[in-house]
């Protein structure tokens, strides 16, 4: 069955490497699995040969390979709509050389209407999609039909679907598709995780890997995969570190290290930063002109697709990106990453570093340019988590009814669904593998219903009880459920989808072309003749009109730049387990029990020693605080190196607990490394760590103290707004009738308030607050350094000013005041005031 495909390998001159047989021979013996190799490597042939092979394999009774089965076979899951050329064009490559009877379509939102009717009526054998088009599949009548003869699906990079709501939505299309197919096979593709059983078991769904084996097959494969890390040291450190204090300050020393030959990608963390480094490098380097490129999510399509094709044909040389380039796009010239500042995350430093020498048994090239000091600290701890070959683990939500509820409005507008045979499926989705009657029986009613407080409203009376012939089922009488009002089934259908980012303005020149998209709140801070720089260019604002914003094109100079939402990124717990390995490494290295054994410890020598002539350096199994006065108040830092969701859940708890002691108004801000609490002056930190410093760890009352700590009520309210769109609640209307952000807010805060209340117990409302505390405050990882710092040895210093490691908490705080003064005079300020008190 396998001759075809070794032929065309053949042809290529390669041999398939064992991983590539392991999925082939496992697939064709009826087997589900998850594929992890290095990015490069190869996987997309490992995991499509096979459905390809059986789609070729002769009919009985017949003697060649000349006819495929018609219909479509294969069905492949892509999280971008960018990944889906590049796996077309590979599936596409030995179909074309061997005149395979085959047909490849792609279909995401970008598929005109015409080639999506022609897939409905002559479906291809292999459909390339993504989670929400494939949603948007189910949600028509004619999808038993689609996919009646539906063998295999393949889904690419799992890793970066399975950790969000996007990838429990393809898990329920999936659990709907194997009850129409019970012999399905789902293939996974991944290249970082490190949760590999559970990543198997959310791909295959719970009892379907096998008939013969209820566990999926893990296919892994011994490539070493080099990365080459180095980094650009900044030829002095300040003793008085801050976020961002290094920089665009460096470039002159990125742009020595840059060669205008070797193509290379330069990832930053966000859109805005992004944008800024786009902006330096092109004034820094103008011979670049032509050569240099900026790429992020906000860009318009048609010329982000433009950039990757110049990047492929080796047009274009320097590309500064966002994670829009982090997945799969094959970039064979590209020969170099730079990242500009940490990754925080091993697994996305993985990753980018493999968009570099993208082939099997590549070497890695990697630019590291910190943005702060102690970033050096980070990249230490990195290079040695990889070199140990760890990478962080992605847990699948668990139980968001709002994707639930969305799936079966889906299911209603299509074939519509039996309350018991949906159930089952359900069930059999990993996330959902735990649903409860009770749970189910609420999601029904509030969909045929609309619960206790909407029943009087006939929009969310969505589910009607009918009879096959689509005629109201009596009562008593079998039924199936139907979304009937035709209104309904279209909004539903529009609004299809779980990512809920605020709302977006097109960004449009006056006489034409669509640049990109930017948030509604920075465009209404906005006035015409304003100027701003998007998409690498010098922008004016002229007007605003229904969602979309005209510019022109100008001379005139500005630094302002759009920001973004969601862009601040946070340590993994992975990380910071390294990183408090290195900061222990350090502080024996100063007590000379240990060696500075990298070039980043080595740099930051200078700081380190600042920090333990005026305080300590703690060791793994120590918790450092530091109290100190100043004009501003009374000052505690604590720095348990958790990263910054964590220290934000820690740093208002210890407020809140230690006004319960002596009431206060104390400010919390929050970095990476550790927490300030800021208080009056004369408040008696040192002396209320000595009397109560044990109920600052303590358990018992974590998750009621959190509640008043956080204000619950408002994260919840903010959180809710995104449940409220996903489970269809509120609605983004139809083209033409878009809300604004504005609306979408007020829409779903009124929502928030009437069902709290008048309907408490509301699911949704218990999913907000439960998404609140696992997600947002992390209250799984809140509890466990509670744990470890509970008995930890504590050090508490009474320094003169803040130190090294605290001064970056002061930049954080002030870097949310306004002020008359920029960011950069005050932090000046403050340095010449710690100067003057450190020579006194």
């Not at 496992?26 to 589900?32: D, P, V």
């Not at 959310?202 to 096998?210: F, L, N």
């Not at 903010?718 to 609306?743: C, D, E, H, Y």
């Amino acid at each position: 069955m396998l001759a075809p495909i070794e032929a065309w390998f053949r042809l290529q001159g390669w041999i398939p490497m064992p991983f590539q047989r392991q999925c082939w021979q496992a697939y064709l013996a009826g087997e589900s699995g998850l594929l992890q190799v290095p990015t490069g490597s190869g996987k997309t042939y490992a995991a499509v040969m096979g459905p390809i092979a059986e789609m070729l394999a002769a009919q009985p009774g017949q003697e060649s390979q000349a006819k495929a089965a018609h219909g479509l076979r294969l069905l492949v899951l892509t999280p971008l709509r960018a990944l889906s050329r590049d796996l077309a064009l590979a599936i596409e490559q030995p179909i074309s050389a061997m005149g395979w009877p085959l047909r490849v379509a792609i279909r995401n939102g970008d598929t005109s209407s015409h080639e999506r009717s022609k897939q409905l009526r002559t479906p291809p054998q292999i459909l390339i999609t993504t989670p929400e088009s494939l949603s948007l599949l189910l949600a028509n009548p004619k999808a038993p039909e689609l996919f009646g003869a539906l063998q295999a699906v393949v889904i690419d990079e799992w890793h970066e679907l399975m950790g969000s709501k996007r990838g429990v939505q393809a898990e329920l299309c999936l659990s709907w598709l194997r009850q129409l197919r019970p012999g399905l096979r789902t293939w996974a593709i991944s290249a970082t995780i490190g949760n590999l059983n559970e990543a198997a078991q959310a791909a295959v769904g719970v009892g379907a890997a096998a008939a013969t084996s209820p566990e999926p097959r893990i296919v892994t494969a011994d490539i070493q995969r080099t990365t080459a890390i180095r980094s650009l040291l900044p030829d002095s450190i300040d003793g008085f570190p801050w976020g961002g204090h290094l920089g665009l300050r460096m470039y002159e020393q990125l742009v020595a290290g840059l060669d205008p030959a070797v193509s290379t990608l330069l990832f930053t963390n966000t859109r805005n930063q992004a944008e800024r480094w786009h902006q330096c490098l092109r004034f820094a380097c103008p011979e670049m002109e032509g050569l240099l490129a900026l790429h992020h999510s906000a860009i318009d399509r048609a010329e982000r697709e433009a950039i990757e094709a110049q990047v492929k044909t080796g047009d274009l040389r320097w590309v500064v990106c966002t994670s829009s380039l982090d997945l799969g796009v094959d970039f064979q010239p590209v020969e170099r990453v730079v990242q500009i500042g940490s990754a925080k995350n091993l697994a996305r430093l993985l990753q980018r570093a493999g968009r570099s020498a993208h082939t099997p048994g590549g070497t890695s090239q990697v630019l590291f340019m910190p943005t702060n000091a102690l970033e050096l600290l980070e990249l230490s701890a990195m290079r040695r988590g990889l070199a140990a070959g760890l990478v962080e683990h992605r847990r699948p939500p668990q139980l968001p009814l709002d994707v639930l509820l969305q799936h079966l409005v889906t299911l209603a507008c299509g074939p519509g669904f039996l309350p018991e045979e949906a159930l089952t499926a359900v069930r059999r989705s990993w996330s959902f593998r735990q649903l409860t009657d009770t749970q189910w029986q609420w999601c029904l009613a509030f969909l045929e219903h609309g619960g206790q407080c909407l029943a009087a409203y006939p929009r969310y009376r969505k589910l009607v009880r009918c009879r096959l012939d689509d005629e109201p089922a009596a009562a008593g009488e079998p039924f199936r459920y139907r979304v009937l009002d035709k209104a309904i089934a279209r909004l539903h259908r529009f609004n299809i989808g779980t990512i809920t980012a605020d709302r977006s303005v097109t960004v449009r020149f006056v006489r034409g072309a669509v640049i990109g998209h930017v948030e509604e709140a920075f465009i209404g801070r906005l006035k015409p003749g304003d100027v701003f720089f998007f998409a690498g260019r010098q922008l004016e604002f002229v007007r605003l009109r229904e969602m979309t914003a005209m510019v022109r094109a100008t001379a005139k100079k500005s630094a302002t730049v759009p920001a973004w939402a969601g862009g601040q990124m946070a340590l993994s717990d992975l990380l910071s387990q390294h990183l408090r390995a290195e900061m222990d490494r350090c502080a024996r290295a100063l007590a000379g029990s240990a060696e500075l054994d990298s070039p980043e410890l080595q740099a930051l020598k200078p700081l380190l020693q600042r920090q333990a002539n005026l305080s300590r350096l703690p060791l793994q199994h120590q918790l450092l605080m530091e109290v100190c006065r100043s004009r501003e108040g009374s000052h505690l830092f604590a720095f348990p190196l958790e990263g910054r969701f964590v220290h934000e859940g820690l740093g208002f708890l210890w407020a809140w607990r230690l006004a319960r002691h002596r009431p206060s108004t104390i400010t919390v801000s929050v970095n990476d490394y550790g927490f300030e609490l800021l208080a009056p002056k004369g408040y008696p930190f040192d002396e209320l760590l000595e009397l109560h410093g044990d109920d600052l760890f303590d358990l018992s009352q974590l998750k009621a103290d959190l509640e008043q700590a956080v204000n619950l009520s408002e994260l919840c309210r903010r959180r809710f707004r995104a449940i409220a769109q996903v489970s269809g609640l509120v609605t983004q209307g139809m083209p033409g009738q878009n809300k604004t952000g504005g609306q979408l807010q007020i829409s779903a805060a009124l929502l928030f308030d009437v069902l709290t209340k008048h309907e408490p117990e509301h699911l949704l409302l218990e999913q907000a607050r439960r998404e609140v505390m696992q997600e947002q405050l992390e209250l799984h990882r809140l509890e466990e350094v509670l744990t470890r710092l509970a008995g930890s040895e504590r050090l508490l210093e009474r320094t003169s000013r803040p130190g090294p490691l605290a001064f970056p908490l002061l930049v954080e705080r002030l870097n949310s005041r306004m002020s008359n003064e920029s960011l950069l005079e005050r932090v000046q300020r403050l340095i010449r005031e710690a100067e003057r008190a450190e020579a006194n």
